[in-house]
Each structure stands twice: as structure tokens, then as C-alpha cells.
């Protein structure tokens, strides 16, 4: 068995910092779970510190597919599908969008603007229910789809307005961003696909972390039923707070 682990890992990837990402899927899938987001930030910022650069956010993208395809799965009788129903077209047409334009947006700016609409929509006043509605679900889904797939940022803004949406509904709330998210992260594989990146080198420690994100799942949602709505909903609005507060440190870095 030892002898077979290398060969199905990339040359660059020593085995024990393969077990590492392993470890981090399932613990970051099971945050995810529980808190409603979060996660995928933590295992993007583990993987930039083990993985080669030019790896990392099809790599990251592709485990996030399978790990809120999970999560969706498991909740699938949570799902808001009227949401989702109308956030599908916008994922298409915010991918096409941004493989057409091919723009490169200044990263802090873009950084700043998303840290600032989280925290909006976790403490400020409750936005107008025609901007959560069929048009609103389809222009924000546009929006973050077109970011996403150059920034990989948007996803705890998807999780804030889905939690406006959803009355402070916990199950919902996860639910309905778990399938939302799996729809954002399908194009990347297109996208990072077309670009030449070779995804058969990492296909073996993807479906692990995958199968190990989601037994960090399963453990998370049995933590998620346990709180109530009111509890999930602080919990909540403090990591969407402190992925914001991570961005604005980003932006205001670069500009240092």
C-alpha cells in the first residue's frame, strides 16, 4: 500500500501532506455543515500553504463541487428549489459572461466591495423581499457566477444573501447554498479544463478528500440539528463577519 500511494499522487505532493488535505476536507466540510459556511475558505487558505500555486483553485474548486454536492444531497429535502430554479440561469449566464469578457478586475476592489455586502446583509436592516425574489436571485446569481471564476471569493456573499432569503431558516439555509454553490463550482471545470490545466493528475486525492468531506458532512448536519434557528443564526452572521473582516485585511494589504 505504501508503495502504490505515490503513484497515484501528483510528483509534487509528498504522501503525509496528502493525508494533511485529506484531514482538512472532512474537518472543513463538517464547519460548513454546522456553521451554514466557512469552510471552504479554511481549506483554500490549508491548500495554498501545501499545494503548487498553479494547483490550487481547480483543485479547491472541483473538492468544493463534490463537497457541496454532498451536503445538497444530504439535505436535498431542504432545498428551496424555487431559489434555485431561478439561480441556475444566472450561473450559466454569469460563466458565459466572464469567459467572453476574459476581464481582470482589480482584486482589492473586488475584495472590498464583497467584504462590504456581507456585511450588510448580516447586520443591516432586512433587504426589500423584491430583491430576494425571482429578478434579485437571478442578477445575484449572475454577479457572483461572473466573480467567481475569477476571484473564488463569493461564496460566503452567496451564503448572506441565501440567509436573507430564508428567514434565518437553518436547514434551509444550508440546504439551498449547498445546491447553489454546486451549480457555481460546475463551470470551473470547464473553465480551468479549457485552460489546460490536468486535472488526471489530481483525480485520486480529489475523490479522497471528497469521500472524507463527506463524512465531515454528515457530522456537521447532526451538529447543525442540534442548535436552534436562533443560535445558528449568530453563529452565522459572526463567520460571514470574519470572512468579510479576512477580505478587507486582503484589499488593505495590497494596497500597502
Known amino acids: 500500500m505504501s508503495e502504490l500511494l505515490p503513484l497515484l499522487l501528483p510528483d509534487n505532493l509528498a504522501p503525509h501532506w496528502a493525508l494533511i488535505l485529506i484531514l482538512a476536507a472532512a474537518f472543513t466540510s463538517a464547519v460548513t455543515a454546522a456553521m451554514g459556511a466557512g469552510g471552504g475558505v479554511m481549506l483554500l487558505a490549508i491548500m495554498a500553504l501545501i499545494m503548487p500555486a498553479a494547483a490550487i483553485i481547480p483543485v479547491h474548486g472541483m473538492v468544493q463541487l463534490g463537497s457541496n454536492a454532498n451536503r445538497a444531497l444530504m439535505t436535498w429535502r431542504h432545498i428551496n428549489m424555487r431559489v434555485i430554479a431561478w439561480f441556475a440561469p444566472g450561473v450559466v449566464l454569469g460563466a458565459l459572461a466572464a469567459s467572453l469578457l476574459l476581464v481582470r478586475l482589480p482584486l482589492a476592489v473586488v475584495q472590498l466591495s464583497i467584504a462590504l455586502f456581507i456585511l450588510l446583509l448580516c447586520w443591516g436592516p432586512a433587504i426589500p423581499k423584491v430583491a430576494t425574489g425571482p429578478v434579485g436571485t437571478l442578477l445575484a446569481s449572475v454577479i457572483t457566477s461572473f466573480l467567481s471564476l475569477f476571484v473564488g471569493a463569493t461564496g460566503p456573499l452567496v451564503a448572506a444573501f441565501i440567509k436573507q432569503q ?65 443560535h445558528f443564526g449568530r453563529l452565522f452572521n459572526l463567520v460571514l463577519s470574519l470572512l468579510a473582516a479576512r477580505l478587507i485585511w486582503e484589499a488593505a494589504s495590497s494596497w500597502w
Do not use: C, E, N, Y
Open 166 to 230: 430564508q428567514a434565518h431558516q437553518r436547514l434551509q439555509t444550508v440546504a439551498t447554498f449547498a445546491a447553489a454553490m454546486s451549480l457555481q463550482h460546475l463551470p470551473k471545470a470547464f473553465a480551468f479544463s479549457a485552460a489546460g490545466f490536468i486535472f488526471h493528475d489530481w483525480l485520486a486525492l480529489m475523490a479522497a478528500m471528497i469521500a472524507a468531506g463527506a463524512l465531515g458532512t454528515w457530522l456537521g448536519l447532526h451538529l447543525l440539528k442540534r442548535m436552534s434557528d436562533r
